[in-house]
């Protein structure tokens, strides 16, 4: 897939008034026009390429439409980039943000460019796959995480970025009460999947930074060395809270070669490639590298497919009532039904 796209008709905006706010906001702009690319993956927030001379840099701004209460807050996150940066280097600097929706039809703000390739359903043209390499991506991966929620988040001044008291308990009631209101259609195993959630919530461990949304196609990585990543994208959601809530959304996407088809084509991505490690040996390892008890980690991993089924609905709920067009989210009711159906069956097991 190419890295850039030209910018869908109905999601493109005024590059001049853009241009124009840059230029105020951000010292030392070359000369030249102001040129525009859409970044194609992701369903969630827009996110494009801007290119001025041999300056690049990143706008984000919330999809199209209505979207759910506290969701693709572009303040949040660009307040939480301009702390987290400086103890978490992976995570890219932001150069502003701005609510006046004057400009572009909604709040938006402007990053710094980490050059490198992100890889989602298919490896870079030209890569000889090989089962060390993925071993090794799998390892940079998991390590990854590791390294994030052990940061000091007090030290980084993150104590308002959320309550880690109580968390699972919000998590739980929040993403099944946003699945009730984004529902579009009934499927009966929801009410089995959540009651099994809702009655044997774990204890949390101590509390780290969340990203929320971690996973292989969220790390921009060296093109000349897959295994090396250079940033950590997509930060809307992160907040402070239980760390194995994390890994185990993280896992979700997580695909293996003898999964079901249902399963894989939620969310496609090169994962179920020879070498890659199972979801198994990725929790091993994280126990291993971080020292927390992953004795509970079942549970965590029924909740975290749910929650993707959830994020999926919300997409699939504002394709449904052509708030977007993008016709990539017309078959999203299966994969959200394909979802719950593995959850609960996952849940009915009583162990991975």
């Given at each position: 897939?190419?890295?850039?796209?030209?910018?869908?008709?109905?999601?493109d905006?005024?590059r001049?008034?853009?241009?124009?706010?840059?230029?105020?906001?951000?010292?030392?702009?070359?000369?030249?026009?102001?040129e525009?690319?859409?970044?194609?993956?992701g369903?969630?927030?827009?996110t494009?390429?801007?290119?001025?001379?041999?300056?690049?840099?990143?706008?984000?701004r919330?999809?199209?439409?209505?979207?759910?209460?506290k969701?693709?807050?572009?303040?949040?996150?660009?307040?939480?980039?301009?702390?987290?940066?400086e103890?978490?280097?992976?995570?890219?600097?932001?150069?502003?943000?701005?609510?006046?929706?004057?400009?572009?039809?909604?709040?938006?703000?402007?990053?710094?460019r980490?050059?490198?390739?992100?890889?989602?359903?298919?490896?870079?043209?030209?890569?000889?796959?090989?089962?060390?390499?993925c071993?090794?991506?799998?390892?940079?991966?998991?390590?990854?995480?590791?390294?994030?929620?052990?940061?000091?988040?007090?030290e980084?001044?993150?104590?308002?970025?959320?309550?880690?008291?109580g968390f699972?308990?919000?998590?739980?009631?929040?993403w099944?009460?946003r699945?009730?209101?984004?529902?579009?259609?009934?499927?009966?195993?929801?009410g089995?999947?959540?009651?099994?959630?809702?009655?044997?919530?774990?204890?949390?461990p101590?509390?780290?930074?969340?990203?929320?949304d971690?996973?292989?196609?969220?790390?921009v990585?060296?093109?000349?060395?897959l295994?090396?990543?250079?940033?950590?994208?997509?930060?809307?959601?992160?907040?402070?809270?239980?760390p194995?809530?994390?890994?185990a959304?993280?896992?979700?996407?997580?695909?293996?070669?003898?999964d079901?088809?249902?399963?894989?084509e939620?969310?496609?991505?090169?994962?179920?490639?020879?070498?890659?490690?199972?979801?198994?040996?990725?929790?091993?390892?994280?126990?291993?590298?971080?020292g927390?008890?992953?004795?509970?980690?079942?549970?965590?991993m029924?909740?975290?497919?749910?929650?993707?089924?959830?994020?999926?609905?919300?997409?699939?709920?504002?394709?449904?009532?052509?708030?977007?067009?993008?016709?990539?989210?017309?078959?999203f009711?299966e994969?959200?039904?394909?979802?719950?159906?593995?959850?609960?069956?996952?849940?009915?097991?009583g162990?991975?």
């Amino acid at each position: 897939m190419a890295e850039t796209i030209r910018v869908r008709e109905d999601e493109d905006f005024d590059r001049d008034a853009v241009e124009r706010y840059m230029r105020e906001h951000i010292e030392g702009l070359p000369e030249g026009k102001l040129e525009v690319w859409q970044f194609p993956s992701g369903a969630s927030n827009l996110t494009y390429l801007l290119k001025i001379g041999d300056w690049e840099g990143v706008l984000r701004r919330p999809p199209l439409g209505p979207v759910p209460p506290k969701a693709h807050d572009m303040e949040r996150e660009s307040r939480l980039l301009m702390k987290i940066h400086e103890a978490f280097t992976l995570a890219p600097k932001p150069y502003f943000f701005t609510d006046d929706e004057s400009i572009i039809g909604a709040q938006f703000y402007v990053m710094e460019r980490r050059k490198g390739v992100i890889v989602d359903d298919e490896f870079p043209e030209g890569t000889e796959t090989s089962e060390e390499l993925c071993r090794g991506m799998s390892r940079m991966v998991a390590d990854t995480l590791v390294e994030l929620h052990a940061v000091d988040w007090r030290e980084a001044g993150l104590e308002d970025l959320g309550r880690p008291e109580g968390f699972l308990q919000r998590q739980v009631k929040g993403w099944i009460g946003r699945y009730d209101e984004a529902k579009t259609e009934e499927i009966e195993e929801v009410g089995p999947l959540t009651d099994w959630l809702t009655k044997d919530i774990p204890e949390s461990p101590d509390p780290t930074i969340v990203h929320n949304d971690y996973k292989l196609n969220n790390l921009v990585l060296n093109p000349d060395d897959l295994t090396e990543v250079r940033a950590v994208l997509d930060w809307e959601m992160t907040t402070i809270g239980d760390p194995l809530f994390d890994l185990a959304v993280s896992l979700s996407y997580w695909v293996e070669p003898d999964d079901p088809q249902e399963l894989k084509e939620v969310l496609p991505t090169v994962t179920d490639t020879p070498g890659f490690i199972t979801r198994k040996e990725f929790i091993d390892y994280y126990a291993e590298k971080s020292g927390r008890d992953l004795s509970r980690i079942h549970w965590y991993m029924v909740f975290g497919y749910f929650k993707l089924a959830v994020i999926l609905q919300q997409i699939y709920a504002r394709w449904h009532k052509g708030q977007t067009k993008d016709e990539r989210f017309a078959n999203f009711n299966e994969r959200v039904r394909n979802l719950i159906l593995h959850a609960n069956t996952l849940a009915g097991k009583g162990d991975l």
